[in-house]
Antibody, heavy 119, light 110 residues
Framework: EVQLVESGGGLGQPGGSLRLSCAAS????????MHWVRQAPGKGLVWVSR????????NYADSVKGRFTISRDNAKNTLYLQMNSLRADDTAVYYC????????????WGQGTMVTVSS | QSVLTQPPSASGTPGQRVTISCSGG????????VYWYQQLPGTAPKLLIY???QRPSGVPDRFSGSKSGTSASLAISGLRSEDDADYYC???????????FGGGTKLTVL
């Protein structure tokens, strides 16, 4: 079964750090771009970041540039999001998503992990 | 404020046809494919339409997508109660070098 499972969410302090993980299974992880998308409580979807299949290239939304770092370990079939200098407006459910090579669509999504930034 | 603009809400009765619009610009919808995602309450988003007007296997043909200029639309015909969900449009934006989403449209089946 094709699956993405996020973990690492929880309570973070303003100015603090958290690292999210996304474990992939059921497909050849090394072949695909991977993304993080977040959704603040009661709000819409917001794209956060993406990383090339081999980790050589990445892009970020302006709102997280310089604070968040996306990475991957293809040997472990795992995607990461290192979140530093956390702010209250980073509070959201964070989804990882797989990008289909042909359609460029986000065809597989994880169930999400909740990050709450509060003192 | 989202780069792509959607109406916050839409509604219809069972069997009706509803359309959800998504307005963007030349750097996104105007030159790129549009994607639509459906999010049922409390669940992760699901791909509904890719490359503007293509349906993944398993998505009923009641759902269709189209584009004209810098605007796109999602049409749902033969509305059913299970279509009650949030719908998001998305596209790559060349100016931002980023994926952008619409703010989402909450569809209520009355």
């Amino acid at each position: 079964e094709v699956q993405l499972v996020e973990s690492g969410g929880g309570l973070g302090q303003p100015g603090g750090s958290l690292r999210l993980s996304c474990a992939a299974s059921g497909f050849t992880f090394t072949n695909y771009w991977m993304h993080w998308v977040r959704q603040a409580p009661g709000k819409g979807l917001v794209w956060v970041s993406r990383i090339h299949s081999d980790g050589s290239s990445s892009n970020y939304a302006d709102s997280v540039k310089g604070r968040f770092t996306i990475s991957r370990d293809n040997a472990k079939n795992t995607l990461y999001l290192q979140m530093n200098s956390l702010r209250a407006d980073d509070t959201a459910v964070y989804y990882c998503a797989k990008e289909d090579n042909w359609s460029d669509a986000f065809d597989i999504w994880g169930q999400g992990t909740m990050v709450t930034v509060s003192s | 404020q989202s780069v792509l603009t959607q109406p916050p809400s839409a509604s219809g009765t069972p069997g009706q046809r509803v359309t959800i619009s998504c307005s963007g610009g030349s750097s996104n919808i105007g030159s790129k494919f549009v994607y639509w995602y459906q999010q049922l309450p409390g669940t992760a988003p699901k791909l509904l339409i890719y490359k503007t007007n293509q349906r993944p296997s398993g998505v009923p043909d009641r759902f269709s997508g189209s584009k004209s200029g810098t605007s796109a639309s999602l049409a749902i015909s033969g509305l059913r109660s299970e279509d009650d969900a949030d719908y998001y449009c998305a596209a790559w934006d060349d100016s931002l070098s980023a994926w952008v989403f619409g703010g989402g449209t909450k569809l209520t089946v009355l």
